[in-house]
T-cell receptor, first 115, second 112 residues
C-alpha cells in the first residue's frame, strides 16, 4: 500500500536555526499539506499546497515558514528561525483529487525539538 | 465549520463493541462526516466517511440518523491495538485541498 514518508523522524535544533522537514507524498496525489501537533494538544493545520502554490494557510504559518516542492517527489517545510514553541510533531499529508471518498494520507511525522 | 462534540475518553474491554457518538448540531447540507484514528506518536489515519444512513467498511461502521445532527462510529470486537484517539470531523470536502480541522477527539482505552 502506498504511503507518505517523512525525514528525519526526529530533529533537534537550537533556537534561531533553520530547519527543513522533508516529505515524499504518495506519487499520484496532487494536494499536499503540513500539520503540526504540540505534545498533548490537537492536530493543527498549517498549510495546503496545490499546483506549485499555497492554497490555504493558517495563522500559525507566518513568515518564518515556507513550503516548496523542489522536484516531482519531495515536499518540504522550512522554518527559517526556530523558536522554542515550534517544538512539535510535524505531519505531512497528501490527497488525491480523484478520490471518491475524501481522505488525507498522513506520514509518520517528524518530531522537532527546539532547545 | 460545524462544531463537533464527542466524549473525551472511553474505556472498553477487549472483544466488546465500542460506539463513539459525535454531536454536530449545525452540520451543513454539503458537509460529510469523517472519522480518523491516531495512535501515539503517529499521524492520523482515515477510518470511514459518510453522508447519511449507514456506511460500513472492513474496520468500522458509521451510523448517521436522518437529521444528521449526530453520528456514531462503531468498532466491532475491539482489541488492545484499537487503543487510540478517535476524531470526528465534519466539513465539505470538494476533492481539492480542503484542510482538516481536528478537535480533541475521544481517547479509547481497551484493556483485557
Amino acid at each position: 500500500e502506498p504511503e507518505v514518508t517523512q525525514t528525519p523522524s526526529h530533529q533537534v535544533t537550537q533556537m534561531g536555526q533553520e530547519v527543513i522537514l522533508r516529505c515524499v507524498p504518495i506519487s499520484n496525489h496532487l494536494y499536499f499539506y503540513w500539520y503540526r501537533q504540540i505534545l498533548g494538544q490537537k492536530v493543527e493545520f498549517l498549510v495546503s499546497f496545490y499546483n506549485n502554490e499555497i492554497s490555504e494557510k493558517s495563522e500559525i504559518f507566518d513568515d518564518q515558514f515556507s513550503v516548496e516542492r523542489p522536484d516531482g517527489s519531495n515536499f518540504t517545510l522550512k522554518i527559517r528561525s526556530t523558536k522554542l514553541e515550534d517544538s512539535a510533531m510535524y505531519f505531512c499529508a497528501s490527497s488525491s483529487r480523484l478520490a471518491e471518498i475524501y481522505e488525507q494520507y498522513f506520514g509518520p511525522g517528524t518530531r522537532l525539538t527546539v532547545t | 465549520l460545524a462544531k463537533t462534540t464527542q466524549p473525551i475518553s472511553m474505556d472498553s474491554y477487549e472483544g466488546q463493541e465500542v460506539n463513539i457518538t459525535c454531536s454536530h448540531n449545525n452540520i451543513a447540507t454539503n458537509d460529510y462526516i469523517t472519522w480518523y484514528q491516531q495512535f501515539p506518536s503517529q499521524g492520523p489515519r482515515f477510518i470511514i466517511q459518510g453522508y447519511k444512513t449507514k456506511v460500513t467498511n472492513e474496520v468500522a461502521s458509521l451510523f448517521i440518523p436522518a437529521d444528521r445532527k449526530s453520528s456514531t462510529l462503531s468498532l466491532p470486537r475491539v482489541s488492545l491495538s484499537d487503543t487510540a484517539v478517535y476524531y470526528c470531523l465534519v466539513g465539505a470536502y470538494t476533492g481539492t485541498a480542503s484542510k482538516l480541522t481536528f478537535g480533541t477527539g475521544t481517547r479509547l482505552q481497551v484493556t483485557l
